[in-house]
């Protein structure tokens, strides 16, 4: 009964989905659905699919291009990208991509510094240069809370340049975090036991002090002196908030995920504020995985007590954001086997029968564009709860099913989902021996 529903649901999906041929029209109909809105979402089911990454930034250029976005958000930390929005806004000293993206140098590097990412770092560099003059270019952000030590650095050297007595009532305050040794887990693990003080208020009379003195600092050189109090007053709310979320990842999953996840809406939304102050039209494309921008409240995170930044979004913004998810069946994908592995190449095996992956591998479609918003009698057979895959910068074949899949209402979760059948794995800027060498056919030594 299950495989016959299957088979004449997938009929449907085939009926009504455009099929992805490589050509340049492909992604007219999703451009149609996301017409005037402020707040494109950009998915991923894995940290390390080749194909993800490619076509969100082909997708990408073209709501740059044609829809005049300005901001790409990714799911990156906040100095490490804007290192990056320097480069291709023609500021900073890095002289090529490769140079912008050597600040990932957090596990996992994969997920910035890889081919398809270098491609579009330097390709939005030359879409900014030959822009009109007073034009706004399009600039690269972090919404990611993991970097509480780089962040501290960046707050200090920032008032070191404008405000010496700034710099040093900043460095007395964060003298509170120097025990760990950049150990955020260490100082967390401390904290929430009680081992060590906590260092909540002085993140947060740190921040304070940052707003309190934001308009005297901005005066000092017109528009780019604001760009960096805003940068250095963005860091300072970082540590606030990272101090808050490695406090809290010891008293449970749900306090410390929900905690992130507002974190990034809030980055979002003090960016937008800061991009439009002198009356721009801001939008904006966002880049996580389908975990952080589906609407959380059509999966079992929902049961959990779990939100994410998708479902945030959409409470704020309603129609003016639209949400994009993607899937595929089986190919490869760069992941870990632990945190703080090595980068290798493994083999996604097939989606499970009850899966959305396998109800798009039965389209026969080797990738197809769906729209769901406004979708109709073939929408309301996808408000059906299945299983949905979600491979992270960790991935575990054996224990598949338990580590890697959720139920999730795909018509509600997203506005639009993008299937790739068989995929391949993104390739590394720094490929190592396990990466090169890749995962043995399950059949091997066998060739059947």
Same mark, same amino acid.
């Not at 990156?76 to 000293?93: E, I, K, M, Q, T």
């Given at each position: 009964?299950?495989?016959?529903?299957?088979?004449?649901?997938?009929?449907?999906?085939?009926?009504?989905? %455009?099929?992805?041929?490589?050509?340049? !029209?492909?992604?007219?109909?999703?451009?149609?659905?996301?017409?005037?809105?402020?707040?494109?979402?950009?998915?991923?089911?894995?940290?390390?699919? %080749?194909?993800?990454?490619?076509?969100?930034?082909?997708?990408?250029?073209?709501?740059?291009?044609?829809?005049?976005?300005?901001?790409?958000?990714?799911?990156?930390? #906040?100095?490490?990208?804007?290192?990056?929005?320097?480069?291709?806004?023609?500021?900073?000293?890095?002289?090529?991509?490769?140079?912008?993206?050597?600040?990932?140098?957090?596990?996992?590097?994969?997920? #910035?510094?890889?081919?398809?990412?270098?491609?579009?770092?330097?390709?939005?560099?030359?879409?900014?240069?030959?822009?009109?003059?007073?034009?706004?270019?399009?600039?690269?952000?972090?919404?990611?809370?993991?970097?509480?030590?780089?962040?501290?650095?960046?707050?200090?050297?920032?008032?070191?340049?404008?405000?010496?007595?700034?710099?040093?009532?900043?460095?007395?305050?964060?003298?509170?975090?120097?025990?760990?040794?950049?150990?955020?887990?260490?100082?967390?693990? !401390?904290?929430?036991?009680?081992?060590?003080?906590?260092?909540?208020?002085?993140?947060?009379?740190?921040?304070?002090?940052?707003?309190?003195?934001?308009?005297?600092?901005?005066?000092?050189?017109?528009?780019?002196?604001?760009?960096?109090?805003?940068?250095?007053?963005?860091? !300072?709310?970082?540590?606030?908030?990272?101090?808050?979320?490695?406090?809290?990842?010891?008293?449970?999953?749900?306090?410390? #995920?929900?905690?992130?996840?507002?974190?990034?809406?809030?980055?979002?939304?003090?960016?937008?504020?800061?991009?439009?102050?002198?009356?721009?039209?801001?939008?904006?494309?966002? #880049?996580? %995985?389908?975990?952080?921008?589906?609407?959380?409240?059509?999966?079992?995170?929902?049961?959990?007590?779990?939100?994410?930044?998708?479902?945030?979004?959409?409470?704020?913004?309603?129609?003016?954001?639209?949400?994009?998810?993607?899937?595929?069946?089986?190919?490869?994908?760069?992941?870990?086997?632990?945190?703080?592995?090595?980068?290798?190449?493994?083999?996604?095996?097939?989606?499970?029968?009850?899966?959305?992956?396998?109800?798009? %591998?039965?389209?026969?479609?080797?990738?197809?564009?769906?729209?769901?918003?406004?979708?109709?009698?073939?929408?309301?057979?996808?408000?059906?709860?299945?299983?949905?895959?979600?491979?992270?910068?960790?991935?575990?074949?054996?224990?598949?099913?338990?580590?890697?899949?959720?139920?999730?209402?795909?018509?509600?979760?997203?506005?639009?989902?993008?299937?790739?059948?068989?995929?391949?794995?993104?390739?590394?800027?720094?490929?190592?021996?396990?990466?090169?060498?890749?995962?043995?056919?399950?059949?091997?030594?066998?060739?059947?």
């Amino acid at each position: 009964m299950l495989e016959q529903r299957t088979r004449t649901l997938a009929q449907a999906v085939r009926e009504v989905a %455009h099929p992805l041929t490589g050509a340049a !029209a492909d992604y007219d109909p999703l451009l149609e659905l996301i017409g005037d809105a402020r707040f494109v979402l950009l998915g991923e089911a894995s940290h390390g699919t %080749h194909e993800f990454y490619r076509e969100r930034a082909q997708i990408t250029q073209r709501l740059i291009q044609e829809k005049g976005f300005t901001a790409v958000c990714a799911e990156a930390d #906040w100095p490490d990208a804007y290192r990056v929005s320097c480069y291709v806004r023609g500021a900073g000293d890095s002289a090529n991509a490769d140079e912008a993206l050597s600040g990932f140098k957090r596990f996992p590097t994969w997920m #910035w510094r890889n081919r398809v990412v270098l491609d579009f770092v330097e390709w939005l560099r030359q879409h900014n240069e030959h822009l009109p003059r007073g034009a706004p270019k399009t600039g690269f952000y972090g919404l990611d809370l993991y970097s509480l030590y780089t962040s501290i650095q960046a707050v200090l050297g920032y008032l070191d340049n404008v405000d010496p007595e700034a710099a040093r009532r900043a460095r007395h305050r964060y003298g509170c975090f120097e025990h760990f040794g950049e150990d955020t887990q260490a100082y967390g693990y !401390a904290a929430s036991f009680g081992l060590s003080e906590s260092c909540e208020r002085a993140a947060i009379e740190q921040l304070v002090d940052m707003q309190r003195h934001a308009l005297e600092h901005a005066r000092r050189d017109g528009l780019m002196a604001e760009d960096e109090q805003f940068y250095a007053e963005q860091n !300072a709310r970082l540590v606030k908030n990272a101090e808050e979320y490695y406090r809290t990842m010891f008293s449970g999953r749900v306090s410390s #995920w929900n905690l992130r996840d507002r974190h990034m809406v809030e980055t979002l939304d003090a960016l937008m504020a800061h991009l439009s102050r002198h009356g721009q039209h801001t939008k904006v494309a966002v #880049w996580e %995985h389908n975990s952080h921008l589906g609407d959380a409240r059509a999966t079992e995170m929902s049961r959990r007590g779990e939100l994410n930044v998708g479902q945030l979004v959409r409470e704020r913004y309603g129609d003016e954001a639209v949400l994009i998810g993607f899937s595929t069946y089986t190919g490869t994908v760069t992941a870990a086997s632990d945190w703080d592995g090595p980068a290798e190449r493994k083999r996604v095996r097939p989606g499970l029968p009850e899966s959305y992956e396998a109800l798009f %591998h039965e389209t026969g479609q080797p990738s197809l564009l769906l729209r769901l918003r406004n979708g109709g009698s073939m929408a309301e057979g996808l408000d059906t709860p299945r299983l949905e895959r979600a491979i992270g910068v960790i991935y575990r074949p054996e224990t598949e099913r338990l580590s890697h899949y959720f139920t999730a209402r795909l018509a509600r979760q997203f506005d639009a989902v993008l299937h790739f059948d068989e995929t391949r794995a993104v390739e590394p800027l720094e490929r190592a021996p396990q990466w090169e060498m890749g995962e043995a056919p399950e059949t091997y030594p066998f060739a059947v």
